[in-house]
């Protein structure tokens, strides 16, 4: 049985970190990624990153140079390190993985299998 396990979130004053974690077990998935919803908003990608090659990473253009994405084989876990958090990264996140490898990344369509989510609110 595939699970993606969320932890991490919590509240946090603006400018500081959160690191989120998605353990992954069930199966070996070609890529991970998160995604986040804010209240009233569609769900919006956020990160993602090939199993296989770690250098192969994507994000948002709204957390480039803030968050970063990462993954330890070894523990079949995806991380993001959340940095300079701001008020509008305030959502639910959520953990994503693909099966068969797709050239996109940046689309819910692309994404098998989606963990319970972790809430992150940035107060001001």
């Known amino acids: 049985q595939v699970q993606l396990v969320e932890s991490g979130g919590g509240l946090v004053q603006a400018g500081g970190s959160l690191r989120l974690s998605c353990a992954a077990s069930g199966r070996t998935f070609s890529t991970m990624g998160w995604f986040r919803q804010a209240p009233g908003r569609e769900r919006e990608f956020v990160a993602a990153t090939r199993w296989n090659n770690g250098a192969m990473i994507y994000y948002a253009d709204s957390v480039k140079d803030r968050f970063t994405i990462s993954r330890d084989r070894a523990k079949s876990t995806v991380y993001l390190q959340m940095n300079s958090l701001k008020p509008e990264d305030t959502a639910n996140y959520y953990c994503?993985?693909?099966?068969?490898?797709?050239?996109?990344?940046?689309?819910?369509?692309?994404?098998?299998?989606w963990g319970q989510g972790t809430q992150v609110t940035v107060s001001s």
């Open positions: 994503a993985a693909m099966t068969i490898l797709r050239v996109g990344v940046r689309s819910r369509d692309d994404y098998n299998y």
